[in-house]
């Protein structure tokens, strides 16, 4: 049986790196988001702030041509890389890593992302993983087609139940097992079976959000700290943070880190604006929770 981890500030404490003082621009994490679409404009901007708000120097956002004004006017913090379609296809990928100024640590790749080809996600999956780079795969960028190329890798997937369901589809027996009131534990045998077959690391967000890590062998079960994390762009602030925290951390530490801390911004917000709390207020609370985990060294 995997090695059950249980997350609390003690063991944030152990695990968040110190950082050095004569460190450089760069050297504390770069990350590259890809996402966007005309429907949905934010969603990559939410994952990008997140990024930095975990501590990392640069993050590069890829996104459509039509959505780079909007998100270069939301914020100056940062670098739009605009690609020439609406979509993702081979041709918008070769322009993304044709400007992308420097090898990022860590991508988060599918937050509101229109995807026109399944082998143009598939084309930047390979590309990034031939430059080193730690991957993290959502929403749309989680089909079926993905899984030969990430088996093995320790890459991060954040499904909900109804995307855990469609990336795992060619898994018949994942799609009986799985029912609208299936036990907590009956789903964490499930995540643990299909994290250990791909060697991946799954985190399946729900009410109690379950981190699976098929290289390692480890499990944390994490409980949502409100019922208001249910508004939109809590999940893509999460898959940012992650990311962020990818850049530094193995698979498995930057996932529970990430669910931990977005819980606690979340409960900081929550006892601020009750069930009226943003996406955007998460991002602006976390510097004060993760504050107390800063160290210079």
Known sequence: MPKRVIISDRLANQIMM?????SRKGENGIMLVVGASNIYHGAPLLSSLAGLRSGVDLVYTGVPQQ??????????NIIVLPFSHDSLDITSVKDLLHVLPK??????????????????LIYLINELK??????????????????????GTNTII????????????????????????????KLTSIVIEMA???????????????????IGANISIIKRSTPAMTVGGTGDV??????????????????????????????Q?????????????????????????????
């Open 18 to 22: 110190p950082r050095s003082m004569s």
């Open 67 to 76: 959505n780079a004004l909007a998100l270069r006017s939301f914020s100056p």
């Open 103 to 120: 090898k990022p640590d860590a991508a988060a790749i599918g937050m509101g992302l229109n995807i026109a080809k399944s082998k143009a």
């Open 130 to 151: 031939g430059m080193q780079t730690k991957l993290l795969l959502d929403a749309s960028a989680l089909i079926p087609d993905v899984l030969t190329h990430i088996s």
């Open 158 to 185: 954040t499904p909900h139940l109804g995307e855990f369901k469609r990336v795992f589809s060619m898994e018949g027996s994942i799609q009986s097992k799985i029912q609208e009131k299936t036990s907590l534990e």
């Open 196 to 214: 250990e077959k791909y060697g991946i690391t799954i985190i399946l967000k729900g009410e109690y959000n379950i981190v699976a890590s098929g």
């Open 238 to 267: 999460l898959s940012g943070l992650v990311t962020g925290l990818l850049t530094k951390l193995d698979p498995f530490r930057a996932s529970i880190m990430g669910v931990y801390l977005n819980g606690l911004a979340a409960l």
């Open 269 to 297: 917000s929550f006892r601020r604006l009750g069930l009226h709390l943003l996406a955007t207020d998460l991002i602006d609370d976390l510097p004060y929770v993760m504050k107390k985990f800063d160290k210079i060294g």
